[in-house]
């Protein structure tokens, strides 16, 4: 058997694989079901997607698309359970008025209105919640919000973590059209700057690794960024913040939603080296880590100039990047081309290397 052969078997069984019916076969939920890879997928395949279908949910982007009295708006929600509360560059109350906004903003959309719920445990410190409390009114102010409902609820001691805040976000339209589906051979993939950063924060922040690193959260609302993308380049077809799962998963998420292959040039991802050292301690790879001020962004290949140029000119993307190109075969794959000059398959994250990022 050639060498072309046995990785045209791979590439069958992979793809026959993927064609399966979603089904957890866990008994119990694991934190894997959290980690924004394969097992949080199909979890929210099998379960969520199942019970509640219907063709806004489907779609399955970061924000619904909704057309209320001629308004074309969006509607996200997330929740946000990070540990610790309290990293360098931010805590769990910016990082949630961030996320919820940049939801909005990847969907083409300008933010305008938020919820925030809290959910306390007993005990918890009333100066640490003032502070999460700050952060949001001051992160919302910089994103030109109002969080303008929400809710508390406090559980007994050791029933919870501290704090939980869940938080949805709507907004209006500024730009339709955008999703995987518009995704296709001959675009470009473009990152507003390096990954990673929040992710390995987080995991250094917990104090459980003796590594030290100048590091600090990338998070920031990236909807000024994106409103100068869209009104630069027409030819913008789908745009994620990479959270769960970084990079790596938002990728495999284009591809297996377009039917396309992405490939990826190793040497052009920007990494810190801060980060790539401390993931290299850690044995983690920086495409699989979280960011939270980070989009990935998949544009008219004949148009990459123009975006990389508008990009650049906002702080947030002054050091994005072309990162790879879409083709059409194998069709579902993610493809890195190596800094040692070999190709592999970047597959969804398997397992749960950073738990409780955001």
Do not use: W
Not at 174 to 186: E, H, K, M, N
Not at 236 to 264: C, F, H, K, P, Y
Not at 349 to 358: F, N, S
């Amino acid at each position: 058997m050639t060498t072309t052969e046995r990785e045209q078997q791979v590439l069958d069984r992979i793809e026959r694989a993927r064609r399966r019916r979603a089904k957890v076969r866990e008994e119990r939920i694991t934190l894997s079901h959290g980690s924004g890879g394969k097992a949080t997928h199909t979890l929210i395949e099998a379960v969520f997607l199942d019970a509640f279908r219907n063709p806004l949910l489907e779609p399955m982007e970061d924000a619904a698309a909704l057309a209320i009295g001629g308004a074309q708006l969006a509607l996200t929600t997330d929740s946000f359970v990070v540990s610790p509360l309290f990293f360098p560059g931010g805590d769990i109350g910016d990082l949630a008025v961030n996320g919820t906004v940049n939801d909005l903003a990847v969907s083409g959309s300008r933010p305008l209105y938020l919820t925030a719920g809290f959910i306390l445990e007993e005990g918890f410190p009333v100066e640490d919640l003032l502070k999460i409390v700050d952060s949001m009114k001051e992160a919302a102010l910089a994103a030109d919000v109002q969080i303008v409902t929400g809710d508390t609820k406090v559980v007994q001691r050791g029933k919870g973590d501290g704090v939980y805040i869940n938080t949805a976000g709507i907004g209006v339209s500024i730009r339709s059209g955008l999703g995987v589906s518009s995704v296709r051979p001959g675009d470009a993939v473009l990152v507003s700057g390096p990954i990673g950063d929040h992710g390995v924060t987080i995991m250094l922040a917990r104090g459980e690794l003796d590594i030290d690193a100048d590091i600090e959260s990338d998070t920031a609302p990236v909807h000024g960024l994106v409103a100068g993308l869209l009104a630069a380049v027409p030819g913008v077809r789908s745009m994620r913040d990479a959270t769960r799962g970084g990079v790596a998963t938002i990728l495999n998420e284009v591809a297996a939603g377009a039917q396309v292959s992405v490939i990826v040039d190793e040497n052009a991802v920007p990494v810190r080296d801060e980060v790539r050292g401390a993931s290299e301690l850690l044995g983690i790879d920086p495409l699989y880590v979280a960011c939270e001020g980070r989009i990935v962004t998949f544009v008219d290949g004949a148009q990459v100039d123009a975006a990389l140029a508008a990009l650049r000119s906002h702080p947030l993307g002054a050091e994005a990047a072309v990162i790879g190109r879409v083709a059409d075969d194998p069709p579902g794959l993610v493809l890195l081309n190596t800094a040692f000059g070999g190709t592999r398959i970047v597959d969804m994250l398997v397992g749960d290397p950073l738990p409780r990022i955001c």
